[in-house]
């Protein structure tokens, strides 16, 4: 069950990063420490366009233009870049300054049921309404889906520990 699954090794330790799913399949261990908060995935869309493997050109000028803003309200972010994809990771405490602060500039997507649904002005549940602001010559949809993401760090004399169990649930997930 577990679709997004990202190992990172640096000389201090192993960052995981993988969706609750895989989350929850991982049993307890004193060697993993994880973190304290929970990550929700924005995904920016260029011109409202599904992503795919030819839209790779300017997709890191897109994901800047998100985090430039969320810099400036004290938001922090993950990036996380593959070939063809940005991910930008934010806290989940953190969505509603996330939906405010760029609710003028993009047009805000939730996930629903597998379905992508705008965050309409009526929408108050994550304490704001979105801003009436002049039109952009270009917007770009950033779209939320419903994974969350939890992520771990593991000491690298650690790993041997638990590698098995990782391979478990990246390769032989139930």
């Avoid at 929970?38 to 000028?61: C, E, F, H, Y």
Wanted: hydrophobic letters at 40%; a negative charge.
């Amino acid at each position: 069950r577990c679709k997004f699954f990202s190992l990172t090794e640096t000389p201090e330790d192993y960052t995981i990063m993988l969706d609750e799913e895989g989350f929850k399949e991982l049993p307890p261990s004193e060697f993993m420490q994880v973190a304290d908060s929970t990550w929700l995935v924005l995904s920016v869309v260029s011109n409202g366009r599904a992503p795919s493997g030819s839209q790779a050109t300017g997709v890191t000028k897109i994901a800047r233009s998100v985090i430039a803003p969320l810099a400036e309200h004290h938001v922090s972010v993950l990036m996380l870049s593959t070939y063809q994809t940005d991910f930008i990771l934010v806290r989940e405490r953190d969505l509603p300054v996330v939906i405010h602060t760029l609710a003028g500039e993009f047009d805000i997507y939730k996930e629903e049921s597998g379905e992508c649904v705008p965050v309409t002005c009526d929408d108050v549940s994550n304490g704001f309404l979105k801003p009436k602001s002049a039109a952009s010559p270009t917007l770009h949809p950033v779209q939320s889906p419903q994974t969350r993401f939890c992520i771990l760090t593991v000491a690298p004399d650690t790993l041997p520990a638990i590698a098995t169990m990782l391979i478990d649930v990246l390769f032989y997930s139930h």
